[in-house]
């Protein structure tokens, strides 16, 4: 009787220690993880998953520890888990992509990232099933792990944070080139170092490229410090080149469609002609 005791008081106090250091270690990650995402990025994926690990190794021990012979228990676990696996592949499948997507680093929490289908967010976990990115419109979405492991995305955040931010603007045929430059860079110049979220140390761009239908066409390039910024980067220059624009007679035109008169006569007939 006392044999028997002694073993639950063992096990009751194993699995408290047990639970307690696995409590422990996970609330340690959440507070390094600052300092882990080297290592090991923090998600609710690497915490549970590291939690499990401590439990499974532990209890281990404690069957061990009862005189409880663990080999043919591992036996059936490996033959359960082979069953397991073949019932459950789409969740292991999820589970190994978010794994892997954690592990390889492509796509972290906090990272913006656009969707192939064209939803664009912010990370907030992935998880043991699902990813969710918190849209620009402050929705959730829930993406399987195996989804947008196959997905073509786009992450704003790598290599850094820092971004192009471009603006197509459109002058008059009329207009001087040089003058245009000269008007759009200083505007461009002063946006890049006095707006909050532009990078300072950076020289705008720009140049023409299209002879268009209606205007002379050119790119004007800037840059943000991270994509949230670009937005507001870009508002405030076409703001501010508009004004400029109109100070300094610099004509955006409507779009225009000319007829020519003499061409068009030139291509009727004859007796149309003297009508």
Same mark, same amino acid.
């Given at each position: ?5 002694d073993k639950v008081l063992i096990a009751f106090f194993g699995l408290s220690v ?62 359960g888990g082979l069953a397991v696996a073949l019932a459950l592949q789409d969740t ?8 892997? @997507?954690?592990?390889?680093?492509? %796509? ?7 969707? $192939?289908?064209?939803?664009? #967010? /912010?990370? =907030? ?84 490229? @299209?002879?268009?239908?209606?205007? %002379? ?7 943000? $410090?991270?994509?949230?910024? #670009? /937005?507001? =980067? ?16 610099i004509v955006i035109p409507y779009p225009i469609r000319a007829i020519n008169l ?14």
């Amino acid at each position: 009787m006392s044999t028997l005791l002694d073993k639950v008081l063992i096990a009751f106090f194993g699995l408290s220690v047990l639970i307690t250091i696995a409590n422990i270690t996970t609330t340690l990650i959440g507070v390094y993880g600052e300092k882990l995402q080297h290592t090991m990025p923090l998600t609710n994926l690497t915490q549970n998953l590291v939690k499990t690990l401590i439990i499974i190794i532990g209890g281990l021990m404690i069957l061990n520890a009862l005189g409880i012979s663990i080999t043919p228990l591992l036996t059936t676990l490996g033959i359960g888990g082979l069953a397991v696996a073949l019932a459950l592949q789409d969740t292991l499948s999820n589970f190994f992509s978010g794994f892997y @997507t954690t592990i390889a680093k492509n %796509i972290r929490v906090g990272d913006f990232i656009k969707l $192939e289908s064209g939803e664009e #967010g /912010y990370v =907030l976990d992935i998880g043991w099933r699902v990813t969710r990115i918190k849209l620009l419109g402050n929705n959730i979405v829930l993406i399987p792990n195996n989804k947008l492991a196959q997905s073509v995305v786009r992450n704003y955040y790598l290599p850094d944070k820092e971004l192009s931010v471009t603006v197509e603007v459109g002058v008059h045929y009329d207009s001087d080139l040089e003058f245009v430059e000269k008007v759009t860079y200083a505007v461009a110049q002063e946006i890049q170092q006095n707006l909050d979220g532009a990078v300072k140390s950076f020289n705008p761009i720009i140049r023409y490229h @299209t002879f268009d239908s209606s205007s %002379i066409n050119f790119t004007v390039i800037m840059r943000a $410090e991270e994509v949230k910024a #670009g /937005y507001l =980067l870009k508002h405030e220059f076409i703001k501010r080149l508009q004004q400029r624009y109109k100070k300094e007679g610099i004509v955006i035109p409507y779009p225009i469609r000319a007829i020519n008169l003499e061409q068009e006569k030139s291509c009727l007939p004859p007796n149309e002609l003297i009508k």
